[in-house]
């Protein structure tokens, strides 16, 4: 039977949202809530404090932080820590660290990801359609804000090999202090883009890589302080979705989106799998319709260990309003309900894991923070 979304909060979205900005997002940690979103001038993290003792129950921003973007947000990806003083931000050919006041505290130089000679400064190539449309990495802080993981198509500029016309994608990690480099390997990957996913865990960090066509290869990496171990799981086709709060769990969906399973951290053995097919079709769809199928999007998360949010939103927009679902993950993985809102909402649910989501409004100006109502 459906179930009832209950209210949590209602956050403004930092910058009137537009085609030139990022969509808002939160992200959860033991320490704090955060309400990132990147214009092209700039990146506004805020702090959003608990309500009371109900970690679940947030009230409005009560510190805001404006990080000064050195390039549109077209052009790559940020990451925050946690603490909310410093931003990472990945480019077409550097990573670079900004502080709260603004100032640069680091930054390291890498191959081009448009596949061209290196540049000195970003004003070089914006109008340029290669890098426009270039591939792309990313980077993440560790959970305690003291590492930045960072995807990049090597090798670094102050390599010696740098100019022997060979590149490779690497996996750095990197201390978040000073910018140097603790650990590399190469991903073996062909990225159009990637994601970087912390763990509760500060030594354990997941990249999810986006190749387009031809597949999506997922790594998970542990640095112990001396040597960084990366693992391969799901045979270069999961998406990572999210980690479940204990950090011992994932959620993955096929590259063709027809599969979930969580996943073991340790060693990536699947614990449970759910298709696809056992979701309800549509009720505007077609019975008739051979082609009316039903597939997971590629967002979603978890709500606590057991319990993860999923939509269908891109497989159902075709016959009207896209929806969302609950899955159980404690035993065989089943869809327990679908999820019914008080008000429209749009795009797919983001797990927070504290027994909360988020929704975007359909204006695409606030975020919606949402628990399960209590049933009656």
């Known amino acids: 039977m459906p179930q009832r979304a209950q209210p949590v909060a209602t956050l403004a979205a930092p910058h009137a949202f537009s085609r030139a900005d990022d969509a808002p997002y939160l992200t959860y940690s033991a320490t704090s809530r955060l309400l990132v979103q990147w214009g092209d001038a700039e990146l506004v993290v805020q702090e959003i404090e608990p309500s009371g003792s109900d970690r679940a129950s947030v009230r409005a921003s009560i510190r805001e932080v404006r990080f000064p973007a050195p390039w549109p947000r077209r052009f790559g990806q940020s990451a925050v820590s946690p603490a909310g003083d410093l931003a990472v931000f990945t480019g077409g ?27 000195s400064a970003f004003e070089e190539y914006p109008a340029d359609r290669a890098h426009r449309y270039a591939n792309s990495g990313s980077a993440g802080f560790s959970a305690d804000g003291k590492l930045v993981w960072a995807h990049i198509l090597g090798p670094l500029v102050t390599d010696r090999r740098v100019g022997d016309g ?16 603790l650990a590399r390997t190469e991903t073996d990957t062909a990225a159009a883009g990637s994601f970087h996913f912390t763990s509760p865990y500060p030594d354990q960090m997941g990249l999810s890589v986006g190749e387009g066509q031809d597949g999506s290869p997922l790594r998970w990496g542990r640095w112990d302080g001396s040597r960084l171990v ?5 045979d270069e086709d999961r998406v990572l979705l999210s980690v479940s709060p204990s950090g011992d769990r994932l959620l993955t969906v096929t590259h063709d989106q027809d599969t979930l399973a969580v996943h073991r951290v340790d060693g990536g053995t699947v614990e449970t799998e759910l298709d696809a097919d056992t979701v309800p079709r549509h009720p505007e769809a077609d019975p008739e319709d051979d082609e009316a199928g039903v597939y997971f999007d590629y967002e979603g998360g978890f709500i606590d260990e057991n319990l993860a949010v999923v939509g269908t939103v891109e497989s159902d927009e075709e016959f009207g309003k896209g929806r969302h679902w609950l899955v159980d993950t404690a035993g065989p993985a089943r869809v327990a309900d679908e999820l019914v809102y008080p008000h429209p909402v749009s795009g797919p649910p983001r797990g927070l894991g504290d027994g909360t989501w988020y929704t975007h409004a359909a204006a695409g100006n606030a975020l ?5 109502r209590d049933q009656d």
Do not use: K
Not at 167 to 179: R, T
Not at 368 to 372: G, S
């Open 93 to 119: 050919h550097v990573l670079r660290a900004v502080d709260a006041a603004g100032n640069v505290r680091w930054e390291l130089r890498h191959r081009c990801w448009a596949g061209c000679a290196e540049h």
């Open 166 to 181: 060979g590149s490779a994608e690497e996996w750095l990690v990197i201390d978040a202090a000073d910018g140097s480099v």
């Open 230 to 234: 990366v693992d391969r799981l799901g």
């Open 368 to 372: 919606h923070v949402w628990a399960l």
